[in-house]
């Protein structure tokens, strides 16, 4: 049963830095793809970024380019976004996807698990 679970959420203002981090157990991580997805209060749930197996392809929605960086330990079975000059409209619950091939895609449909979420403020 492979589990995810998100880390590294919480308050912050606008301009500043937080860096998530998402814990996989229950599978092979080096053979998933991870993304980052975030669903703001009356919104749908829109990509962020995502990471190949290596680590070596990676994708960014168009808002958060330069601002935000994925990255991945696959010897601690953890994917990180580190976001910096956050921004109010970042405001949202952050979850991590994982997707067993090696696309690192924007789709939702291609993930197959998923975690609960974790939960990031900013204020202006």
């Known amino acids: 049963q492979v589990q995810l679970v998100e880390s590294g959420g919480g308050s912050v203002q606008a301009g500043g830095s937080l860096r998530l981090s998402c814990l996989v157990s229950?599978?092979?991580?080096?053979?998933?793809?991870m993304g980052w997805f975030r669903q703001a209060p009356g919104k749908e749930r829109e990509f962020v970024a995502a990471?190949?197996?290596?680590?070596?392809?990676?994708n960014y929605r168009d808002s958060v380019k330069g601002r935000f960086s994925i990255s991945r330990a696959n010897a601690k079975n953890t994917v990180y976004l580190q976001m910096n000059s956050l921004k109010p409209e970042d405001t949202a619950v952050y979850y991590c996807?994982?997707?067993?091939?090696?696309?690192?895609?924007?789709?939702?449909?291609?993930?197959?698990?998923w975690g609960q979420g974790t939960q990031v403020t900013v204020s202006s």
């Open positions: 229950g599978g092979t991580f080096s053979r998933y793809s």
């Open positions: 996807a994982a997707d067993r091939s090696n696309g690192a895609v924007q789709g939702m449909a291609f993930y197959d698990y």
């Open positions: 990471i190949g197996w290596s680590g070596g392809t990676s």
